[in-house]
């Protein structure tokens, strides 16, 4: 069972940038300034589309959330290690069988890698189940000489140029695309789909270094041996562990109001007895108009286990923020070159203002050419703060550019590098870094270049699919689990 949590019983101070934390509601968002706000033409339908969400189920519970949070703090303090992925903005058609399952195996046979090379139990998110909105740099775009809105997610509008439109209905349709992706999930983990006892496909036909292949083989076969002897002297029968495992669920917190629709104000599970001290601290104080947190009951998101706020979006006195400084849930950050270290350390006593190990997840992804000279600083900033966030690396989103095609796309080489100083700065500055946050999917896809594959710009068109940012396919996700683990394995 993971640790409880030792959340501070005192009344919250204010944050550095002086801005009181009490006066929290779901919807006190609405009073704050937006970025990347979707216009939609009919407000009554969106109105409707509101309220039929506050009357549906929740997708996630609180005894689930809490239970993240938990294993959360085991990764700030060294204890865990993070694996996060799945693609960059999902599309309702990757609600089906053959798709959901591909992520859950890629992410399962990661973090067997993952926990060989770093010695520590890896806690595994999904970027599934509502990782459907993403930010754009420009709210439009030009299609054949003609001014259309962009492609903002399948919950807000279509990718085809006569269905871009922003449709409220699309906001009730997200819920039940994420609830069916939510429950096959379930229902594949609670079937076997994660069962050690069954034989893995680690194929390595892909890789054409032959010094490369002999290498990830030896990690297989040191992976297959561990559970061949487990299972020889019987240490698998009562080892419940070896049969499933936890997967959460993660989005980005991008529309606001199918956010608010899905926060609710529920009961803390018993086994939360000990995260929530009574009494519970007040950091999140409601005016009397409004439904009030007490030492029984606080406002959790449910319609993920985690959410984060991204690099657009994450303004001190923008409505991001403010929602989601609110919510139980644990909650992650995006943290690009453009952020200042004192304006870092304000946002976390904004969202964290009892300094909670592992409330916060602080994802970094600077680019790797940037990293060196932003990364320390940051850490330090932190750390002087008192604030103990998980630390991780997304060495995705600063590494992509344009092919001569005009496909976007990211070379292996530079995720790796970025991963690997993130991985050296975080040991120099006293520390070590927490998890990694990848966009990838189970499929054949032709979309990053490089790898042991040894894809290249030219192969950009054999299989790209994204209608966002380029994810790494299958071979290239799991030859990066590898290394990294390889990195640990070095540096023990």
């Known amino acids: 069972m993971a640790k409880p949590i030792d959340w501070p019983i005192e009344a919250p101070e204010l944050s550095q940038s002086g ?19 979707v216009i939609y033409n009919d407000r009554s ?6 309220a039929k969400l506050e009357r549906l189920p929740p997708l996630v519970t609180p005894t689930e959330i809490v239970k993240l949070r938990n294993n959360l703090r085991d990764v700030a303090l060294g204890k865990a290690f993070l694996l996060q992925g799945g693609d960059c903005a999902e599309l309702f058609t990757y609600c089906e069988e053959a798709a959901i399952e591909s992520k ?8 067997l890698v993952l926990i060989w090379g770093a010695n520590k139990p890896v806690l595994r998110i999904a970027r599934m189940a509502g990782q459907f909105a993403k930010p754009r740099s420009s709210p439009t775009e030009i299609y054949e000489g ?6 903002r997610g399948d919950n807000i509008n279509g990718f ?19 609830a069916s992706t939510l429950n096959y999930m379930r229902a594949s983990l609670s079937s076997g789909i994660a069962d050690l006892h069954s034989p893995l496909d680690w194929g390595l036909g892909h890789v054409r270094d032959e010094g490369i292949k002999a290498k990830y083989q030896r990690i297989v076969e040191s992976i297959t041996e561990s559970l061949r002897f487990m299972r ?19 989005h980005e917190a991008l529309l606001l109001e199918y956010e608010q629709s899905l ?21 999140f104080a409601t005016p009397p108009s409004a439904p009030s947190p007490s030492p029984l009951k606080g406002y959790y998101n449910t319609s993920a286990h985690l959410l984060w706020i991204g690099d657009r979006t994450r303004d001190l006195s923008g409505a991001h923020i403010e929602y989601i400084r609110g919510i139980e849930n644990p909650i992650g950050i995006k943290v690009g070159p453009t952020l200042p270290p004192d304006e870092l350390v304000s946002l976390l006593d904004l969202v964290d203002p009892s300094r909670a190990p592992g409330k916060v997840t602080l994802i970094t992804r600077y680019g790797e050419h940037k990293i060196a000279s932003l990364l320390g600083a940051h850490i330090r900033a932190v750390k002087a703060s008192g604030h103990r966030p998980v630390w991780q690396c997304d060495p995705m989103h600063g590494n992509t550019r344009s092919a001569p095609s005009g496909h976007k796309t990211r070379q292996f080489s530079s995720i790796l590098n970025e991963l690997a100083h993130a991985l050296r700065i975080h040991k120099e500055e006293g520390g070590e870094l927490g998890g990694v946050h990848l966009e990838l999917t189970g499929e054949a896809v032709t979309e990053c270049v490089g790898g042991s594959e040894g894809l290249r710009d030219e192969d950009l068109g054999l299989n790209y699919t994204s209608y966002c940012d380029p994810r790494l396919n299958e071979k290239q996700a799991l030859e990066l689990a590898f290394l990294v683990a390889g990195h640990f394995r070095a540096g023990r």
């Open 19 to 37: 801005q009181d934390t009490s006066e929290w509601t779901p919807s006190s968002w609405t009073t704050k300034p937006i970025k990347q706000d």
């Open 160 to 178: 085809d140029p006569a269905d871009r439109t922003p449709d409220p209905q699309r906001l009730v349709d997200a819920y039940f695309h994420s």
């Open 232 to 250: 020889t002297v019987g240490a698998d029968s009562t080892a419940h562990g070896l049969e499933t495992v936890d997967l959460y669920t993660s």
């Open 104 to 111: 859950i195996k890629l992410l399962l046979q990661m973090s």
């Open 146 to 151: 003609k001014e259309i809105p962009s492609f």
């Open 263 to 283: 926060t609710r104000l529920l009961r803390h599970p018993p086994s939360a007895a000990a995260t929530f001290p009574s009494p519970l601290p007040q950091p």
């Open 45 to 50: 339908a969106v109105s409707k589309a509101v």
